[in-house]
């Protein structure tokens, strides 16, 4: 490691409910998977640190809900977020129609450079309904890079962060280096809500409230 400072990034994942967002961030950060894991309620925050060269990279990563009543709030995470992972699952259609729609309300009302990374996740399945050539055409028009993952096996998952990090940083995307670049150990500093439960944030009631100082 060299003596320059260590770079910070917040980064969202947007999509439906249900596409296995917080599956991901899991396997990430923790190396397992929960089936039937609870939805997301709200929002919640972990970091991982990744190194990318001789650089340190610290994602701060923003899990969103997926339920359409959450939606209206969405904004208010990704504000600010310098990249994103567009996650929708590959044996529901009407996932990835809204995963474009997440991508271009990114475009439109994001920061201006932030990174986009569109995800076809639950690639363990057989069922597929969306060819991976269908996404990969769709990301290529709109200057975007895809990755096809599974949050259930681990396939995919550090490699689509990791280059998300390199994008971060300006780097060109390069599938050959080590993946074990992700550190074993990552920091959860997350925020708890009304009801003392980690990992979800309340954005109704934490409009009223001042930031927790641990939180992303």
Known sequence: MTDQPNLDYKIVLLGDSSVGKSSLVLRLCKGKFIENLEPTIGGSCVIQNIEIGEREVKLKIWDTAGQERFQSLTPLYYRGAKGALIVYDITNSGSYKRAKEWIR????????????????????????????????????KNGLEFFTTSAKTGE????????????LVGKNINNTENKNHLRKHSTNENLKNKNNTLNTVDLQTKKSKKKNKNCC
């Open 105 to 140: 309300e990114l475009i439109e009302n994001g920061e201006q450079d932030a990174k986009i990374v569109l995800v076809g996740n639950k690639t363990d399945l057989e069922t597929k309904v969306v060819e991976d050539i269908t996404a990969q055409k769709f990301a290529d």
């Open 156 to 167: 995919g998952v550090s490699q689509v962060f990791f280059a998300l990090a390199q994008l």
